[in-house]
């Protein structure tokens, strides 16, 4: 793969692959709804088709499943769109807006043959889709209309630049332009102690519930933002003990010293939750 030598090395590493091996092992979260038959004898529910309380939206387990096997699982992906078309389309939320489409993650990805898989059965193009399959006119035209591309940022705040570097040779031309406007790097994390990330890391419990708690976790300086039960956020740090999540930039997570324990702060963006860490 074509890796040019401008492009943060950290970024990959810290964003790219740490939210993708996330997704990768995202669960399947169970629906807590009653079995729409209850109640029903045989005779009621006798050749009727059996329809869950989303109807007629598509099913959440389903929409996830498309979305996480569209970053690796071409034969998954062809499965699941051959039963469900619509889901070509999918899209799901990791956590505090940070939507990603079935494309969105193929292209983050560099997965070329999923991305055009999907295109070809109904998948709208967009401008990162275009970045990481090389096609150069399509971000020119989004150039020419829209000022600033190159600072619009992709699902978990992956920049424009990062998916045509995932493109290899055939975005290199793309990646050259996209660079050429400036100011196309990924954001910067400021640098966290030693002592702040040990201050911060546990678990912060925000009620009974076996999921009511949050859990900070580090590998090496970077920290991971998880409620039990969902998918792990990577956190990319402003300063000064706050943060944001991936993908949603607008969201602050804050950690203060309140005597001897550490209180996490969620900003989204009046206060949402306060939590203090665990003994």
């Known amino acids: 793969m074509f890796l040019p030598q401008h492009v ?6 810290r964003n790219l692959l740490q939210f993708a091996a996330l997704a990768v092992s995202a669960p399947a979260w169970p629906l807590a709804a009653a079995h729409p038959t209850a109640g029903l004898s045989i005779a009621d529910v006798t050749d009727k088709p059996v329809l869950g309380d989303e109807f007629p939206t598509q099913s959440p387990q ?3 499943e498309m979305v996480r096997v569209s970053h690796f699982d071409l034969k998954r992906v062809q499965q699941l769109v051959d039963a469900h078309p619509s889901l070509a389309r999918a899209a799901w939320d990791w956590g505090f807006g940070d939507w990603e489409t079935a494309l969105g993650a193929a292209s983050h990805m560099g997965n070329r043959p999923i991305a055009e898989y999907l295109v ?12 990481m399959l090389g096609q150069l006119e399509m971000v020119k ?3 020419g209309v829209q000022l600033g591309i190159q600072r619009i940022r ?4 992956i920049s424009l630049l990062a998916h045509a ?14 660079r050429s406007l400036g100011d196309a790097e990924g954001d910067t994390s400021a640098p966290l102690s030693p002592a702040d990330l040990e201050s911060i890391v546990g678990g912060y419990p925000f009620g009974t519930a076996p999921n009511d708690c949050i859990e900070v976790s580090a590998n090496k300086n970077n920290l991971t933002w998880t409620r039990r039960g969902t998918m792990g956020r990577p956190l990319f740090h402003l ?7 991936s993908g949603a930039p607008a969201v602050r997570i804050r950690f203060t ?11 989204d963006p009046d206060v949402v939750l306060t939590a203090l860490r665990r003994k």
């Open 8 to 13: 943060s090395k950290r970024w990959a590493r």
């Open 62 to 64: 389903l929409v996830l």
């Open 120 to 131: 070809s059965r109904g998948a709208p193009p967009s401008l990162f889709s275009a970045a």
């Open 141 to 143: 035209a989004f150039a």
């Open 154 to 157: 992709g699902p978990h705040s």
């Open 165 to 178: 570097q995932a493109g290899g040779e055939a975005a290199q031309k793309v990646y050259e332009f996209i």
């Open 239 to 245: 300063g000064e003990r706050v943060f944001y999540p």
């Open 257 to 267: 010293q309140q005597g001897s324990e550490t209180k996490m702060t969620i900003h």
